[in-house]
Each structure stands twice: as structure tokens, then as C-alpha cells.
């Protein structure tokens, strides 16, 4: 078997049906990406597939340091649904937002990951 070698790692190539703002969370299956700058559907964009994020979330939830940061399919941040990645630094109640090192789970196993995921790209 061989290999050749692509691209790095940290960002994919992603052409999106509709508009996106930089920010935006996509999901591909297990895969999640964050729109690095605003890209118009249809053209060649990137998304971040590493790196560490602000995510928004509701007040009335907190996040202790490694905690999974999940997101449900509507959109809305949690501790359960598709995994985003884990805190990094602890978020209290009061916060607005959840720091988070993408794409990252130090408790996955074969087991854990989601094999229904959706064949393409969709906005969380």
C-alpha cells in the first residue's frame, strides 16, 4: 500500500451549497469543521479541522475542563449529541461561550463513533 502526501492535516478544501460565515460549524459523518472565512455557495473555501474554538452556548449550562462539548442536531450546544470536541478551561453557568479544542476526545473509542452520520456536509 502506498500514499502520497495532500494537504496538512488542520484544514480541508470545502465548496458549500449555500453561503457560510466564517464561524459556522459543519458535520461530515464524525468529522467536524469550523468555516475559516465567510465562503459563497458554490466556491472553494476551508475549513478548520483543529484548533481551539469559542463555542456559544446557553447560561444555564457549565463545562468542567475535558468535559465532551456536543452539539445536537439543531444546533444547540450540550453534553450529549455529535461531539464537537472537550473543553479545554473550565465554563460556568454565567458564560457565553465554551472553549474547546476541536475534533478532540480523549475518551473515544471504536465503539463510541457515530457510523449513521450523514454522506455530506451539514451545518450544526
Sequence with gaps: MKAKFVQ????????????????EIVRLGNLIGVVKLPIAAGCL?????????DVSKTHSLSFAAGDC??????GKI?????LLGTAVQPSPAHA???RILLNCDANATLESIDTTGA???QSL
Design 69 to 74: 462539548v456536543c452539539s445536537s442536531p439543531d
Design 78 to 82: 450540550g453534553k450529549s449529541g455529535i
Design 119 to 121: 454522506a455530506s456536509w
Design 8 to 23: 496538512r492535516s488542520d484544514s480541508v478544501d470545502f465548496t458549500p451549497e449555500k453561503d457560510m460565515a466564517a464561524g
Design 45 to 53: 473555501g476551508t475549513l478548520a479541522l483543529t484548533g481551539i474554538f
Design 96 to 98: 457565553d461561550s465554551v
